[in-house]
C-alpha cells in the first residue's frame, strides 16, 4: 500500500495536531477493553507524529480522558475539550475508539468543531463494506489496483497492511466487512473450510481490534461443489446439518465472524430456484446455522433475468427485485437481511429509489450502494457519490417513511486495491470516507462531509479548500450532464462499463434498454401503456412518475418513451436538452481541469500529479461522450442543435 493511502488519518505534523498538542502528553483510561486499547493506541501514534511524549508523566497536567458510559449508546460518543482535557466518553468500546478518531480527524483538519462538544451515535448497526476481491488477487470492477486481501490463491498475512486497512475504515465509521466477491468460484468456495480459514482468521483478529466484525459471501451450492452432497436444496435434512456444522467449524475458528453474504439465484449463480425453493427457504436455511453463535446471513435482492430476448417486450428488469421479493415479505428469519441495491436497476448515475425499501414492511433491509465507480467513471472520472446516496436515504417510496428509517444499514462495494493510491484516485477515496460518515450520521449534508474530507485529506488551505469541495459537490451533475440523459443509463460499453457505446447493451440480453427511434427514445414504465414498473411505488410516486407532465425530468426517460420534441419543465425539448447537457458537461470537465491546475504546489505533489492526469483522461472519455452521444441523436432525429455548435453528422 502507498505511503498515502492513510488519507484521511493523521500522518504528518499537521497544524492544526500541533496547536492541541498539550493534549498529548498522557491518556488515562477510565475502562478497560480491546478497543480502549486501540484508542489509546492511536492517541499515542499520533503524539509520535507531532513530536509529543504520552509515555512519561503528564507534566502540563492536560491528557486524554477515555471512559465509558452505556446511556450514549452502541457505538454512540461524545468528546468534549476544557482547559485540562480531552474527554472522550464513549456508549460502549467502539464508541470510545470512533470519538478518538474523529477527534483526530478533525483536529487534523484544524477545524473548529474539534474544540467543542462533538456527539454522535451510529445510525445503523450495519455499516458495511462489501469486497468483489477473488482469490487470485483480481478485484471484480476494481479499479485501484488488486486485492489488499488475496494473491495468487492465497490470503495475505501482512498484519502491518490489514492494521492500517482497519484503522482507515474504522476511523470511517465502518463495523463490518465482506472480504470475498458476492460472485463465489471454485477456490472462494474453500474458504470456510480449513483449507483457508486459519488464515482468514488473522484478518478476522486484526478487523476485531477495530470494532470489524468479517464476513464471508458463500456459494449457495457449496455443499455439492465441495463434492460433500449431492444436493443444496435448503430443505433437505443433510444440507441443513452440512451448513450447521460448516457454521460451527467457522465459529470455532473465527469466534466473532459476523456471518454470510449471498448472491443467489442472480447472473447464472446458484440458488434455491434449482429447487423449487424460494429465496426466504434459501436464506433461512443459512441464517439457521448461523442464528446459535449470533450471526447474520445477508441475502442480495440483485436478481434478475439475464437471458432475456429484446425483442420480447413483456419483461422489464426494473420490475424482477419487487417481483422477487415483495411476496416472500414477512417470511424471513430474524437474523436475515435483504441487501437491496439504491435502485432498480444496477448503480447507474442516475436511477429512481427501489421501490422495494417501502414496498417491504415486516423484513430487515440493508441498503447496498456502490462506492467502486463501475458506471460513474471508474475513478478516473471525479463522481462524488454522497450526494446521490443521500437522496436514496431521504427517498419515500411508499408515502411512509423515508429509506433511512427504513434500513438497519447500508453496505458500499469497496473502491480499495493494492495501487499506487487506495482508492485508484486520491479523489475518490472521499467516496469511501463519505460512506461511511454517511452510514454513521445520514443527517449530514454532503457540504460537511465532503469539506471535512477536503481538510483532513488534502489540504487545510481555505482557497484550495472551497475549490476542491466544490469539485465533489458538482461532479456528479457533470457526469450525469456528459453520459445518458435523463435517467436513460446504460450506454455504456458493454462488459468494460466505462466510455460510451450508445447502442452497446441496445440489443443485449441484459434487458438495459433506451428504445431510440427516429422519433422519441425512453422507456415505457407507465401502467396505461408500458411495463407497469410505476405501479411498485406507493400511489403518490405512482402517480407522480406514471404521469408525463409531473415525472422529474432527470428521470423522464426511465419511465417514459418520448418524442424528441417533447418540452421538459425545463423549458427545452429533450433533443435540445440532450445537446446541451454534453456541451455543458464536457466544457465543466474543462473547466475542472483548469481549476485543479491552479492548485499546482498547494498540495502534495504526488496527489497533484496522479488527479491531474485522471482529469486529462475524464476530458477525453467527457468529449467523446459528448461527440457520440450528439452525433447519434442528431443522426436519428434530424434535429439540429438551436446553436448550430458542431455534432458530427
Ligand atoms: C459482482 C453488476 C456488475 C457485476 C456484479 C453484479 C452484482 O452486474 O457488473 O460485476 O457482480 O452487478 O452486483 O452482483
Known amino acids: 500500500m502507498s505511503r498515502l493511502y492513510c488519507s484521511w488519518l493523521p500522518r504528518e505534523k499537521s497544524a492544526g495536531l500541533f496547536r492541541r498538542r498539550q493534549y498529548f502528553s498522557s491518556v488515562i483510561c477510565r475502562s478497560q477493553g480491546k478497543l480502549i486499547s486501540t484508542a489509546a493506541g492511536e492517541l499515542e501514534r499520533t503524539a509520535g507524529l507531532i513530536g509529543a511524549d504520552m509515555s512519561g508523566e ?15 449508546g452502541a457505538g454512540g460518543y461524545r468528546v468534549s475539550t476544557d482547559e485540562r482535557a480531552v474527554t472522550v466518553t464513549g456508549g460502549d468500546e467502539a464508541g470510545v475508539l470512533y470519538g478518538v478518531y474523529r477527534y483526530l480527524i478533525l483536529a487534523a483538519a484544524d477545524m473548529p468543531e474539534a474544540d467543542s462538544v462533538i456527539c454522535e451515535k451510529p445510525a445503523y448497526r450495519f455499516r458495511m463494506l462489501d469486497h468483489w476481491d477473488n482469490a487470485d488477487g483480481s478485484v471484480e470492477r476494481g479499479y485501484s489496483g488488486n486485492s489488499l486481501f488475496f494473491r495468487g490463491g492465497n490470503v495475505t498475512d501482512d498484519e502491518e497492511m490489514l492494521t492500517d486497512y482497519a484503522r482507515l475504515m474504522s476511523s470511517a465509521g465502518i463495523n463490518a466487512v465482506c472480504i470475498n466477491n458476492v460472485n463465489v468460484d471454485a477456490t472462494e468456495t474453500l474458504f470456510i473450510t480449513d483449507r483457508y480459514l486459519g488464515a ?33 436444496d435448503p430443505l433437505d435434512r443433510r444440507v441443513r446439518e452440512w451448513w450447521r456444522n460448516a457454521a460451527e467449524h467457522i465459529y470455532s475458528v473465527i469466534p466473532d465472524f459476523g456471518g454470510f453474504l449471498v448472491k443467489a439465484d442472480s447472473e447464472n449463480r446458484p440458488g434455491p430456484h434449482t429447487y423449487g425453493r424460494d429465496h426466504s427457504e434459501g436464506a433461512n436455511m443459512l441464517a439457521e446455522a448461523l442464528e446459535p453463535f449470533g450471526g447474520v446471513l445477508i441475502w442480495r435482492c440483485f436478481v434478475y433475468n439475464c437471458h432475456v430476448d429484446w425483442r420480447d417486450r413483456s419483461t422489464d428488469r426494473a420490475k424482477a427485485a419487487y417481483d422477487n421479493f415483495m411476496p416472500l415479505d414477512g417470511k424471513f428469519a430474524d437474523n436475515v437481511y435483504l441487501q437491496i441495491k439504491n435502485g432498480p436497476m444496477d448503480f447507474q448515475v442516475r436511477e429512481p429509489v427501489s421501490p422495494l425499501f417501502g414496498g417491504l414492511e415486516h423484513t430487515n433491509m440493508i441498503a447496498e450502494f456502490q462506492i467502486a465507480q463501475e458506471y460513474t467513471g471508474q475513478q478516473i472520472d471525479l463522481c462524488w457519490l454522497v450526494p446521490m446516496w443521500k437522496e436514496c436515504l431521504g427517498f419515500n417510496t411508499h408515502g411512509g417513511s423515508p429509506v433511512s428509517s427504513r434500513i438497519c444499514g447500508a453496505a458500499g462495494v469497496a473502491n480499495t486495491g493494492d495501487g499506487a493510491f487506495l482508492t485508484g484516485s486520491p479523489l475518490a477515496a472521499a467516496n469511501l470516507y463519505g460512506f461511511g460518515r454517511l452510514v454513521f450520521a445520514p443527517g449530514l449534508s454532503p457540504e460537511t462531509i465532503a469539506e471535512e474530507w477536503v481538510r483532513a485529506a ?5 482557497g484550495a ?22 435517467g436513460v443509463g446504460w ?6 462499463h466505462y466510455g460510451v457505446d450508445v447502442d452497446g447493451y441496445e440489443y443485449s440480453p441484459w434487458g438495459t434498454y433506451h428504445y431510440a427511434d427516429r422519433d422519441g427514445i425512453g422507456n415505457d414504465r407507465t401502467a396505461e401503456t408500458g411495463t407497469g414498473y410505476v405501479l411498485q411505488y406507493g400511489k403518490e410516486n405512482a402517480a407522480l412518475y406514471g404521469n408525463i407532465d409531473t415525472c422529474p425530468d432527470e428521470l423522464l426517460l426511465f419511465f417514459h418513451h418520448v418524442p424528441y420534441t417533447h418540452v421538459l419543465h425545463s423549458g427545452k425539448t429533450v433533443i435540445q436538452h440532450i445537446y446541451d447537457s454534453h456541451f455543458d458537461g464536457a466544457e465543466a470537465v474543462r473547466e475542472m481541469l483548469e481549476s485543479w491546475k491552479e492548485l499546482e504546489g498547494r498540495l502534495d ?20 461522450w459528448r461527440d457520440v452521444v450528439n452525433t447519434y441523436f442528431l443522426r436519428k432525429s434530424g434535429i439540429a442543435d438551436e446553436h448550430n455548435r458542431n455534432i458530427f453528422i
Not at 61 to 68: A, H, P, Q, R, S
Not at 466 to 481: A, D, P, V
Request: glycine share 6%.
Open 58 to 72: 503528564n507534566a502540563g497536567g492536560k491528557c486524554f480522558i477515555l471512559d465509558t458510559d452505556a446511556c450514549l
Open 605 to 624: 505533489p504526488e496527489i497533484y500529479r496522479e488527479c491531474l492526469k485522471r482529469f486529462e483522461m475524464q476530458l477525453k472519455n467527457a468529449e467523446r
Open 200 to 232: 482468514i482468521s488473522l484478518i478476522a483478529e486484526v478487523f476485531g481490534r477495530y470494532g470489524i466484525k468479517l464476513f464471508l459471501s458463500v456459494n449457495f451450492a457449496a455443499p455439492v461443489q465441495l463434492g460433500e452432497l449431492d444436493t443444496a
Open 491 to 496: 450506454m455504456v460499453t458493454p462488459h468494460y
Open 465 to 486: 479548500v472551497r475549490t476542491i469541495t466544490g469539485m465533489l459537490l458538482r461532479s456528479r451533475e457533470i457526469y450525469e450532464n456528459y453520459t445518458a440523459p435523463l
Open 458 to 462: 488534502l489540504t487545510t488551505d481555505d
